[in-house]
Each structure stands twice: as structure tokens, then as C-alpha cells.
């Protein structure tokens, strides 16, 4: 068994020293999946949510954002991957289970290959990824799910532009959602919290990260 946070990070071609340092707010890391990985550090549990998946591509990569997951959480909380446990709030937002409860808050995400994971020690959060492209449907997503006013600014632009701040409001919407466990209508509803904010970080693969805190 993989029992070194370090060999599994290695394998995402991530060390510890390229982790982001958690000194007060919120960080993420985000990377593209690789082919290969070690599956023994996850529990009985995710083994058997992963083998659900008709998919083998989409099971691959459950099974891989979730060792990368335990990989990043067992370096800051200096314990084996293994050993981390999980429970489930009211609304089913995943939390770490005891002894690990109020030590680490996390939010994973991934999308077409890529996984994000956001890390904050004292507040929740919430992640998304998206790759910023042409979505036909565009304009209807945004009526069922954007406020009156961000559907009004969206019409008025055009092409890149408008491919650019519909994915920024569409990654702040999950991520907020993943932040407070609700699904995507209660998440807009919720929106206008100001306890909680937004960021967006684009990387230069043309994906773009958003991370509510």
C-alpha cells in the first residue's frame, strides 16, 4: 500500500513543496489526471462508488481526483493517506471525519479529465473547473439558472467575451454551491451572501478555477 503522501503526489507530478501554503485564506491545486495511479490508499466505500460508473473513462477519474484528494490532505494534515475518513452534513457536503473533523475544509471538482481541490482551514469552501468554450445552449443554461441581471449583461456581448464571463458565472454558481451543499437553484438564490465571495483564477491551458469562500 501507498502509505507517503509524498509517492502519491508524485505520481500527479505534484511534491510537497509545490502545494500551495495554507497560511489563512483559501488555496487550490488543479491538475490533469494521469493514466496511472495506486487505488489501494481508498476506501471500501469510493472503490464501490467507482466500479458504479458505466463509464470507464468517467470511473478512472472518480478514482483518481479522489487519490489525489487523500494524497493533498494527508500532506497538510501529516497523517497517511489512508487513514483519512469522511462523514456526510445534512445537505450531504462531504466533511473529514474524526479526529480530522475541524482541522481541514475541502472542496473537489473535476471536468473532462481535469480536478481541482480547494483547501481553507477555517471556513468553508467551494470549487469548480471548467474549460472556458462554445456551449450552443449557452443562453438558455443562464435563463434557468443566472439572475435577471446577469442574463441581461450576458445578451449584450458576444463571442469571446461572452464565452468568458458566462463560465465565470457559471464556476462562481457550482462553487458556491459545493461551499454551502446546495444544489445549483438554491446556490443563486444564495448568491448574494456576502459572508462569502468568489475568485476565479484562469490557467494557461484555457481552464478556468473558481473557489468560494
Known amino acids: ?3 507517503d503522501s509524498a ?4 505520481h500527479f507530478g505534484l511534491t510537497p513543496e509545490t502545494l500551495p501554503k495554507l497560511t489563512g485564506g483559501a488555496e487550490y491545486c488543479a491538475v490533469r489526471l494521469p493514466q496511472d495511479i495506486p487505488k489501494d490508499c481508498l476506501d471500501a466505500g469510493k472503490r464501490q462508488r467507482a ?3 458505466g463509464n470507464t473513462v468517467a470511473a ?3 478514482t483518481a481526483s ?3 484528494l487523500r494524497a493533498v490532505l494527508s500532506h497538510y494534515l501529516g497523517c497517511a493517506p489512508a487513514a483519512i475518513a469522511y462523514a456526510l452534513q445534512d445537505h450531504g457536503k462531504p466533511i473529514l471525519a474524526p479526529p480530522h473533523t475541524s482541522q481541514m475544509h475541502f472542496s473537489l471538482a473535476r471536468r473532462d479529465g481535469w480536478c ?3 483547501l481553507c482551514r477555517n471556513r468553508p469552501v467551494g470549487v469548480d473547473i471548467e ?3 462554445e456551449l450552443p445552449e449557452m443562453d438558455d443554461v443562464a435563463a434557468l439558472y443566472f439572475s435577471s441581471q446577469d442574463c441581461k449583461a450576458l445578451k449584450q456581448l458576444s463571442g469571446s467575451a461572452k464565452r468568458k464571463r458566462f463560465f465565470e458565472l457559471w464556476t462562481a454558481l457550482e462553487a458556491m454551491g459545493k461551499r454551502l451543499g446546495l444544489g445549483l437553484a438554491e446556490a443563486g438564490e444564495a448568491s448574494g451572501n456576502r459572508s462569502a465571495r468568489v475568485w476565479h483564477d484562469r490557467l494557461e491551458t484555457g481552464w478556468l478555477v473558481a473557489v468560494a469562500v
Open 60 to 62: 478512472h477519474h472518480f
Open 51 to 53: 466500479t458504479a460508473y
Open 131 to 133: 474549460q472556458v468554450r
Open 116 to 118: 481541482a481541490i480547494a
Open 7 to 10: 509517492a502519491l503526489l508524485a
Open 1 to 3: 500500500m501507498t502509505t
Open 66 to 68: 479522489h487519490v489525489l
